[in-house]
């Protein structure tokens, strides 16, 4: 009787995790996903603060299970039904990696300009292409949203609750950020993880800010940021 328990709570459980979408990853199989969670996270860029017309969009994916021991290649399809965006405005023709012996690593996904883009936000939503040589993450993580458009936007790193932010950037203006573009020559490739970079940007342009300013933002408000140095 005790056996015939324990194989049906194992059939329940297996239920249920399929009903949730969760799976439990064997390690014989490599199975990869996209980093952010698709039902309350998305990737969002703008072309205002890239005039040479094309742009990179970086997406983080992850891996579980067993790792590859050579680059594995992959292709990207689109979820028609839930894209906003045209196909002309984005390119997934060709092949994707993921590279050897990682858990984690980033694909670009080429995006194009076009006028609608400038008085509307659109969306693409991506999803990985079966294959034999690898298997697919938990639900949540088979899709990517990306949000593109020509309005100025906050870039996702520009977090004010993250500390690092707030004490060296401070608030996020459209003024303060185009002068931390002309002030570094360009967007400067900031991650949360590099203090050093934010610092390191946030001193230039405190710099240049003190040697041509004042300048005054969108809200009628001196530019200006709380970096120390």
């Known amino acids: 009787m005790k056996k015939y ?6 059939l329940v459980s297996l239920y249920s995790c399929d009903e ?3 799976l439990e990853n064997s390690n014989d199989v490599s199975y990869i996903y996209f980093t952010k969670n698709a039902t309350n996270d998305s990737t969002s860029t703008s072309f205002f603060f890239y005039p040479e017309g094309d742009i990179s969009v970086p997406v983080a ?45 980033t694909i670009y996904i080429t995006f194009k300009n076009s006028e609608i883009l400038s008085s509307e936000i659109r969306r693409v939503v991506f999803r990985i292409a079966d294959s034999e040589k690898y298997a697919q993450g938990d639900t949540p993580f088979r899709t990517a949203v990306v949000s593109i458009s020509d309005i100025a936007s906050r870039p996702e790193w520009w977090d004010e609750d993250e500390w690092v932010i707030w004490a060296n950037l401070g608030e996020f203006t459209i003024k303060k950020f185009e002068l931390l573009i002309e002030a570094n020559g360009g967007i400067p490739e900031i991650t949360l993880d590099d203090s050093d970079m934010i610092r390191r940007c946030a001193l230039t342009l405190k710099r ?22």
């Open 5 to 10: 328990i324990l194989v049906l709570i194992a």
């Open 20 to 22: 949730r979408g969760i």
């Open 61 to 105: 994916m992850s891996l579980s299970g067993k790792m590859f021991d050579e680059d594995c290649s992959f292709k990207l399809e689109v979820v028609k039904e839930e894209t906003t965006l045209d196909a002309a405005n984005y390119d997934i023709s060709g092949d994707f990696v993921f590279h050897k012996d990682r858990v984690a690593d």
């Open 208 to 229: 240049y800010l003190e040697k041509y300013g004042p300048f005054i933002d969108e809200n009628g408000d001196e530019v200006s940021v709380p970096v120390i140095g």
